[in-house]
């Protein structure tokens, strides 16, 4: 029986220059190279989502347990939300979305969108410190070995992005990068840089991107797929 690939990402992996795209859309990356390998694809994603998050869906989702014992390859796609700026500490962060009323809601809101792109250029505090990232990245690295310990697992490096949001800086990618980098290296885990097609396609006036200048267009997609199948076939 064919397995599947099992993809384990955040919003970068279904958005397109429009918005959010069903999971089974056949033009993401993710099942651009089920395709080209011919394989089904899996995926667990979620807009925001960090590493943390990664790890507490594992945890907690049981079609993610559902799906494990069926899979070929795991990718970890995620690690890029890890790395933006956060001016106010994520935790207080999120629970904007819990303020009551819905007024004072949309002014704390409105404020933290006027302070976060002014605030970005410091590059901290960040979502998550390189070190409580690569703390995620293990646990679920040993987690999926415990459970599948002949499971092969590719590791996707972080990509850039173009926001206004963000001040259209991108202080913190090096550094995690660089920790995830090590981290892959010590449990010889095969890794797919992502920061040349995004710093590309962003850079292309002629490659259409979400104006939110975080996500991809299609095109983009498109080589990120390039990028990832190479890697992933040879693990099937």
Known sequence: ?????????DSLSYYDETGGLPADDPRIWPNVVGERCGREVELFARIGWTSRDVWWAITQDPR???????????????????????????????QIRYLRPAGLRQVVRTAYSWLQPKLSPLGWPMALPPRITVEYFEKIRFSLAHLRPELPVVVCLPPTHDSPYYGNVHPGRIPTTSAIERWAREHDLPTVAFYDATADAFADA???????????????????????????????
């Open 1 to 9: 029986m064919t397995g599947s690939i099992l993809v384990l990402g």
């Open 64 to 94: 993610i347990w559902a799906e494990l014992p069926d899979a070929d390859v795991v990718v970890l796609a995620f690690g890029g939300m890890d790395s933006l700026p956060s001016p106010v500490p994520t935790a207080l962060r999120e």
């Open 206 to 236: 002629g490659t259409e991107m979400n104006p939110d200048g975080i996500h991809w267009g299609l095109a983009a997609h498109a080589r990120i797929a390039d990028a990832v199948e190479p890697i992933v076939k040879p693990l099937l």
